[in-house]
């Protein structure tokens, strides 16, 4: 009996390595997703102020508040949000491929 519970027990283990590995995929995949929305919605408020002038009023959303601002004060705050999610969205790109590199190198050296 012993002999039947060893193999089992390591194919169980090997079941809950592999779902680890896709669980951990799928996370940032879903986060890489909701960086990527972010991202485009700061590039279509961008677009839409761009031709307005700078002294226009607009108003933003900062932490659950609405807050009257001008153009001008605000493009910047914008730009710089949006660049640093791009980078968020590279560094989650690079942890993707790497993740999904680990999970192949795991397939390769597993015995089935």
């Known amino acids: 009996m012993s002999a039947q519970?060893?193999?089992?027990?390591?194919?169980?283990?090997?079941?809950?390595?592999?779902?680890?590995?896709?669980?951990?995929?799928?996370?940032?995949?879903?986060?890489?997703?909701?960086?990527?929305?972010?991202?485009?919605e700061h590039k279509?408020?961008?677009e839409t102020l761009e031709p307005l002038s700078g002294d226009r009023k607009c108003f933003r959303?900062?932490?659950?508040?609405l807050v009257e601002r001008t153009v001008k004060d605000v493009v910047p705050a914008l730009q710089t949000n949006a660049e640093g999610l791009k980078k968020v969205l590279d560094d989650l790109v690079k942890q993707y491929r790497t993740k999904?590199?680990?999970?192949?190198?795991?397939?390769?050296?597993?015995?089935?």
Not at 9 to 37: H, P
Not at 61 to 65: A, R
Not at 100 to 112: A, G, H, M, R
């Open 5 to 40: 519970a060893a193999p089992a027990k390591r194919q169980q283990d090997l079941q809950v390595q592999y779902s680890t590995y896709k669980n951990t995929l799928q996370q940032i995949a879903q986060k890489i997703g909701d960086v990527e929305q972010e991202a485009e």
């Open 44 to 46: 279509l408020v961008l």
């Open 61 to 65: 959303l900062i932490n659950g508040v």
């Open 100 to 112: 999904q590199d680990d999970l192949e190198k795991w397939k390769v050296s597993k015995p089935y």
